[in-house]
């Protein structure tokens, strides 16, 4: 390995026993460059000489002492991205210049409370659906038009940045005043990126289509009756679909100024169906059971229905967390994936009958699901789930399905070892769907190390072939994408590139 330390960002958090703040929770504040080859010490396995693209992370990562309370999502973003080229692999790590991180750089203290705090404690008015919480860009990263770009959950900028290098390009222009929500999504087939946003005034929620020239050329309403928390989105290669949940902020606190988030078991869960490029006109809403996802799997055409996969919360409001430290309980509830038992599960639309069925897929706790991004919108057979550790929001290992055998296999990562999102990177020139590896980086809280490991797809059950160990540990994070070199112009800015 060579390794360069190119920045080191000043902290100024007190010693402290917050539990997302520790373990593989503990924030780093070191950027990165560093070259792997197959023969170095860091290398165990083989870096593949048949994989070209790059694997980008995102994560919250705390930089200045919180004011008041500390949830993981306030965490400013910091992206760690790993290229493969040729048998050799390129490793680097940057926050981002959002401007939240300049601002509280230059006053060198937090400027904004989070989102357990009230608004009257940030210091300044801020971004997003919540209006006061700082937009860290730290939720969620997708490629398009050559660039990452990355989002925050509550709604924010869309920030730029090369996926090689993590040179940092601003804001994109696209963007509409009331932000973009984490997970855009893009279509690799035709370019579009589509995105949508919510806010706490009417319509409440909008819905977007960025070109593949990183123009905007769509943008309409969503109406909604309230404010409402919609996290994720999905898309066939004709419709988009968007989500109206009964979880959402209760609304007498609303007008105290207070957001505290609540389920409506008594209420539908509605999507709506949007032609790609429609008028809200053409929107088409469909009823099904109460729950709360927090993340879609994959959706697709099938004769007159629409089918959606994702992960459907048995307990969308849990109660509080078992011994938790106090004013933490309810966040530490939220977080722990073990209560609130998202299980794989299937939407069918029928747009002749304008009727929901819905079927469940497996009866384990299963979230942040990947699968091979060819397949996008269409068809496919096999889905990538994170196994999280029950207590936590953490991953300690991956299941793969076979959708149409039924069946799955799992690996798990090891005794305190703890995985992030894991993406499926195809082999050049792959002919079928799971011809690749799945990309993950790896905390190991014995070792003190982190890691990232390449999984063939195809023997999940068997585990990494490769394990790369990273200059330092890194904070546990939360959404990934792969990013294949052809679909972002060759990978001509690759540091690798010959
Ligand atoms: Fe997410």
Redesign the pocket.
Known sequence: MTAELVETIRTTIQPNDHPYMKDAWRPTYNEWNAIFANGDAEVIGTIPDDIDGVYVRTGENQIHEPIGRYHPFDGDGFIHAISFKGGRASYRSRFVRTKGFEAEKEAGRSLWAGLMEPPHKSTRHGWGAQEWLKDSSS??VAIHAGKIISTF?QCGEAYRLDPFTLEQFGTESWVPLDGIS??CKVDLATGELMFFNYSKHAPYMHYGVVGADNRLKHYIPVPLAGPRLP??MAFTENYTILNDMPLYWNEELLERKLHVVQFHPDEKTRFAIIPRHGQPEDIRWFEAEPTYT??WLNAWEEGDEIILDGYYQEEPMPKSYPNAPEGLERMMAYLDQGLLKPRLHRWRFNLNTGKTTEQRLDDRDLE?GMFNHRYAGKPYRYAYSAIPEPGWFLFRGLVKHDLNAGTSEEYEFGPGRFGSEAPFAPRIDAKDEDDGYLVSFIADLETDTSECVLIDAKNVAAGPVCRIILPERICSG??TVWASGDDIGMGKNSVLAA
Do not use: R
């Open positions: 939720t969620d959950y984490a997970h996290h994720d927090l993340h942040f939360t959404h």
